[in-house]
């Protein structure tokens, strides 16, 4: 095969960053995720380690760039912190070049399997690495309209459906070798996507069909608002902004629901102001409902846990008679805006983070109880990190709230590609997810992934609008292999990483050896140098 023109070569990890973005919420075109990642990967073939890296890195820095776009809506994140985070997040595609590169001249056609091991095992990285953690937007994600690809996910968590989807890229990113490939192992090849997709998809169509009878249920009700907190509002704006959500839950209140609950950040202060602790009792007693509501925590005149700011961002559970039944403080603080990563040991210049200590960490995954049902409540961040998700209900959890603050990203993908990432832990653990967003998108899922209903205007505009919905949500009767083992299977993907890296690196030496004495006996053979 002839030599790709560098030209050519560098302009394909961008055609592979355009089609997975794509793919992506919130243009959903999730067929393009079974041959967006052909150009790179044939690109990465065609060179060296070096050029492979490199071609990784732009790749990952395409993708940060289309994919993340919306987040130069955040007032925070200036240019140099986008263009910082987008330079992190490239630098797991930088690796995986560099990796794929090494191991496509030592595995040869097996890296049918190579290559969405080396795939799979930077996406545990990236979503697991401190706080450089970013599970968001994976491969799998692209799939979570296609309900039967997706069930998959409560064997493997939302890597066993990137594995899946990287044999197909890999296999396809071949087809113009195909001449150079012997017949047996393009059949071998063909064999084991076939059983690898009809494996999942199989198992796929027997979850959906398998569908639990209907046991007991919660009736829940979410509030959309539709409205942010801004620092240093007024008594007279906080009352109006309590006002707001007060109107709603009585709307809410005529469906007779178990629970209201209000999104993160729905408080415009601190619980303990007593103006709004008297308004968020005077609102449940009204319903007559329990009331899950989102804000900070912590008195601000109490000393602060040592090394802390006297926050916690939190959600409280307040019953009719006004008695705070529960409060869960966030586990997981997001990097740079509620968490100094490195505290003590870094000193981060000031466009970086304005924080000088992290607010007060969570020390456990607090369960809230309404009736029949155990739930958990992630907030924001959490819930875009499985395993985070998945300790609540290991702890006991039938239904989960996922509770965010997502006004900030605009109206962009941002909260459609996080709505995508509940629709995943949903799976894994299958539980129902009552999610409740301050501007949108609120909404339920099912068990199986599926998105039951959202928060909708007259028009079907479900971001930036008011309004309310109301779900039966069924109480989980199940605990998953993913629930109770975790990232088992991506574990085990990284292990095999490992090994391949460890079996390139010896053949990389010999082929290298071997260039070297064919190039002396070339040189001998032509004699001395006139």
Known sequence: MKRVPLAVLASLPLLSAVLTTLSL????????????LVPLLFALRQRGLLAGALLGWLFGYAFGVSSFYWMNQIPDLNAARFALLLTAFSLYYLVFGFLYALASHSLGSWMIVGAPVLWVALEYARGSLSFLASPWNFMAHSQHQALPMIQIADLTGAYGVSFVLLMANQLVSQLPELRSAR???????????????AGTLGYGWYKLADVPAVGRVL?????????????????????????AYDRL???????KPDLIVWPSSSLPGPID??????????????????????????????????????????????????????????????PFSEQVPLQGLVSWPRWMTTLEKSFVPGDGYTLFKVGPATFGAPICWENTFPDVFRRFVLGGANFMVSVTNESVF????GPYQTLAMNAFRAVENRVGVARAATTGVSAFIDSRGRIVGTVKDDRGVDLFVPGVLTWDVPLAQERTFYTLHGDFFAQVVAGA????????????????NAGVAGRRRRDSALGPAT
């Open 25 to 36: 919420p919130s243009s959903n075109l999730g067929f393009l995720a079974w041959i967006a």
């Open 183 to 197: 017949r047996w192992q393009w059949r071998a090849q063909g064999a084991a996507l076939g059983l690898a997709i």
């Open 219 to 243: 009736r829940v009700t979410l509030v959309q608002a539709n409205l942010t907190v801004r620092g240093k509002m007024s008594a007279k704006e906080q009352i109006a902004h309590l006002a």
């Open 249 to 255: 839950s009585r709307q809410a209140a005529r469906e």
């Open 273 to 334: 102001f007593w103006i709004i602790r008297l308004y968020v009792n005077h609102v449940a007693n009204q319903a007559g409902i329990p009331l899950l509501v989102g804000g900070a925590g912590g008195d601000k005149f109490a000393p602060a846990r040592e090394g802390y700011l006297p926050y916690s961002n939190s959600e409280f559970l307040i019953s009719p008679m006004g008695k705070l039944e529960g409060q869960y403080n966030k586990v997981h603080l997001t």
């Open 410 to 413: 605009g109206a962009t993908a």
């Open 497 to 512: 990483a490992v090994l391949i890296l460890l079996l390139s690196i010896p053949w990389r030496a010999r082929f290298r």
